[in-house]
């Protein structure tokens, strides 16, 4: 069986200053950070803090260049082909509001087809309903079956020669369903769709490669792959972003100003106006190298681990109903205890040292399909351990049975 060493664990300092106190399984909410990302975050704030790519002293150069740099890493860890193609964003919600907003407003037309699925986050929802609201486009559904796969019976019929643009979570963030990312986007690209992966519950758990799978448009949050809050990328193909006018105005986006007419920056400046989150992007480029040391082979072996210890234990538990049980999936748990209301149950677990999270998880699509208002979700990343399954199942026993 494959142990986890301390010396990992104490890359996290929580887990290091906890070691016996914190369980933390609410990794789909937010990754913890590793002290190698928070150094490098430091770092930038005590010897270089200052703007980029617009000083032309010393510091100015360490921040650009560190900066860009972290750029770099991110165009290697997807495999994009140029780092033109990799836009620094708040996050996944920023990089979606940006395609509908820029590449949205500008090629879809009233009656045009915007397909989704049920079990996308409202972050890949709501954008577009506010497109749909504002253009006349139409928003069609691909429907989820009950475990939790999306149901591809009449996918051929649900692309239509009017789609012009299909938007696919890759994991969901509640019931951990992997979808088959590669075989829709084929289907789509044969209809002459394209196609947004928001990939925001995947990029920390396996590798994603753009140019393999023929993505137009990947999204994803920092925060969730080990790095800092507050950045987020928008990866689109070279000659998408390049057709896409910019979303926002402002410095740094521009080549030539005046009050008749504006040029613009070429890309990714183009869509990045201000002044940008300098310490999260170096973080982020940080929080790849971390990933790359770490490697996708062992944190996929671990976390699959993880996956079946706990669905085998967490099954057994009388009175759990167990949402979602696709056949591809990662380690993440949602559920309800018969009786008992979700939100007593995450308070019982926090008592106990056990964060997870209760609540419609912005999936409420997800929670209308299955009927009921919140579940409970305990989600987890290649650091947790065998032994804090084991104290999350027998403490799941003891609530039901306090609460009854
Ligand atoms: N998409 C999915 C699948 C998510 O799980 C989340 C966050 O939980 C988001 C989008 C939104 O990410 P962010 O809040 O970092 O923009």
């Known amino acids: 069986m494959m142990h986890i060493s301390n010396s990992l664990r104490n890359h996290f300092p929580l887990l290091k200053k906890c070691p016996e106190t914190v369980v933390y399984f609410d990794n789909a909410s937010t990754t913890l950070?590793?002290?190698?990302?928070?150094?490098?975050?430091?770092?930038l704030y005590t010897e270089y803090p200052v703007n980029v790519h617009r000083g032309a002293y010393r510091f100015a150069e360490q921040a650009t260049r560190a900066f860009e740099d972290s750029r770099l890493a991110v165009q290697r860890f997807i495999n994009a082909r140029s780092t033109k193609e990799i836009v620094f964003t708040r996050g996944t919600t920023d990089s979606i509001n940006l395609i509908a907003s820029s590449y949205g407003r500008t090629f879809l037309k009233p009656g045009?087809?915007?397909l989704l699925t049920q079990l996308e986050h409202h972050a890949n929802i709501v954008p577009w309903r506010m497109l749909c609201d504002r253009i006349g486009s139409v928003i069609k559904v691909i429907p989820m079956k009950r475990d939790g796969e999306l149901d591809l019976s009449n996918i051929k019929s649900l692309i239509t020669n009017k789609t012009r643009l299909v938007g696919l979570v890759y994991v969901s963030n509640s019931l951990g369903t992997i979808n088959p990312v590669?075989?829709?986007?084929?289907?789509?690209?044969?209809?002459?769709?394209?196609?947004?992966?928001d990939a925001a519950q995947a990029i920390a758990h396996f590798p994603i490669d753009v140019q393999n799978l023929d993505v137009d448009f990947l999204c994803?949050?920092?925060?969730?792959?080990?790095?800092?809050?507050g950045i987020g990328v928008l990866y689109g193909k070279e000659h998408l972003l390049e057709g896409m006018p910019p979303h926002q105005g402002g410095g740094g986006m521009i080549q030539n100003v005046n009050f008749d007419e504006v040029s613009y920056a070429p890309l990714p400046s183009k869509f990045e106006a201000g002044t940008p989150p300098i310490a999260s992007a170096v973080?982020?480029?940080?929080?790849?190298?971390?990933?790359?040391?770490?490697?996708?082979k062992?944190?996929?072996e671990r976390e699959n681990l993880l996956l079946s210890y706990t669905l085998e234990r967490i099954k057994k538990i009388n009175g759990l109903i167990l949402y979602g049980e696709s056949k591809e999936r990662s380690a993440v748990f949602a559920f309800n205890l018969t009786g008992v209301h979700p939100h007593d149950v995450t308070a019982y677990l926090d008592q106990k040292g056990i964060c997870i999270r209760?609540?419609?998880?912005?999936?409420?699509?997800?929670?209308?399909?299955?009927?009921i208002p919140a579940m409970n979700r305990a989600s987890m990343s290649f650091y947790n351990t065998?032994?804090?399954?084991?104290?999350?199942i027998e403490t799941l026993k003891e609530t039901r049975k306090f609460f009854s």
């Open 33 to 43: 950070k590793p002290i190698s990302v928070i150094n490098k975050m430091n770092e």
């Open 112 to 114: 045009d087809e915007i």
């Open 182 to 197: 590669a075989e829709i986007i084929e289907i789509a690209h044969a209809r002459g769709a394209k196609v947004l992966v």
């Open 220 to 229: 994803f949050s920092g925060h969730k792959m080990f790095g800092p809050f």
């Open 283 to 296: 973080g982020l480029g940080e929080a790849t190298n971390f990933i790359n040391e770490i490697g996708f």
């Open 298 to 300: 062992f944190i996929q």
């Open 358 to 371: 209760s609540g419609h998880h912005c999936n409420q699509p997800i929670m209308t399909f299955y009927q």
């Open 386 to 392: 065998l032994e804090e399954i084991d104290y999350f």
